[in-house]
């Protein structure tokens, strides 16, 4: 029993988030980069199976799921490993039997990862998008500029991708029009990147209509869609660890669990508790 804990923690933990970071070539798509967010996708599949696992077996699954339940798990994380099951198409059966299904076109219940010719940004009112931000000062080459250009346009169009359910959810929900935007913009953060709350508060005032770090935090605060919709990767200007789950700092409640959040994202800090490398800001 042991041996197969050990195996399936592996296969969620380090194995499946390593080849989505890396975006290994053995899945067309990648639309989940966190461990639990894997975990969610196999369990759901393997184990709930007609609904999701929480209905089915005790949290924490790895010290409730039987033998034969380890087993199945185990099998089918290692085809999503091999390239062998669809990733794109078991995380959408996930968050259909999650009651996050997204809207399709007629009554198919399965449908294909879109091509890249296919993708499109979700739909969600003007007001929640802010207008694109302004060109730098200092202009690279014409062949640098196009080159980078590419490169970011085809990552965001991907994360914009993987993260397209999401978005629909809060363009869905009751919350306020400002916190729809914040929790918005929070899809566009990367991961193993991080930004600011006074990032976040410059690009809206910039693009949108003025407002504060302050007032950002609190927008943020008791994120109903967390982690799916990633406010930990959001941090004090300092670089400090900020905020979570309604509370702050490294004295925090939920301090560790933002601290793993990141850690297994590639997010570092350093002996001071100060994040390393430069915040998110290409907020579009």
Not at 150 to 166: F, G, I, N, P
Request: proline residues 7%; contains cysteine.
């Amino acid at each position: 029993m042991d041996v197969l804990r050990a195996r399936w923690n592996d296969l969620y933990k380090d194995r499946l988030p390593s080849l989505a970071k890396a975006r290994d070539p053995v899945q067309k798509r990648w639309p989940v980069f966190l461990d639990h967010c894997f975990a969610r996708i196999v369990l759901d599949n393997a184990v709930g199976r007609d609904s999701p696992w929480t209905e089915v077996v005790k949290a924490p699954a790895v010290k409730h799921m039987t033998i034969a339940q380890l087993e199945a798990a185990i099998q089918l994380a290692e085809k999503i490993v091999a390239g062998e099951a669809d990733l794109a198409e078991l995380n959408n059966r996930s968050l259909q039997l999650r009651g996050k299904k997204r809207k399709a076109a007629g009554n198919e219940e399965h449908t294909s990862p879109p091509t890249k010719k296919q993708r499109t940004t979700p739909t969600i009112s003007a007001y929640f998008v802010p207008s694109p931000s302004s060109t730098p000062n200092v202009k690279p080459s014409v062949t640098e500029t196009t080159a980078v250009e590419a490169v970011a346009s085809a990552e965001r169009t991907d994360l914009q991708t993987s993260m397209a359910a999401e978005i629909q959810r809060i363009a869905d929900s009751s919350l306020t029009p400002f916190r729809k935007q914040t929790l918005t913009l929070l899809c566009e953060i990367p991961p193993g990147r991080y930004s600011t709350y006074q990032a976040m508060s410059d690009h809206i005032t910039k693009t949108s209509h003025k407002t504060c770090a302050r007032a950002v935090g609190n927008a943020m605060r008791n994120n109903p869609f967390a982690p799916e919709v990633p406010c930990h990767r959001i941090l004090a200007a300092d670089g400090s660890l900020g905020g979570f789950g309604g509370h702050w700092g490294e004295n925090g409640k939920f301090a560790q669990k933002k601290h793993d959040l990141l850690h297994d994202e590639g997010v570092r800090f350093d002996s001071q508790g100060r994040v390393k490398g430069p915040p998110f800001r290409d907020f579009s």
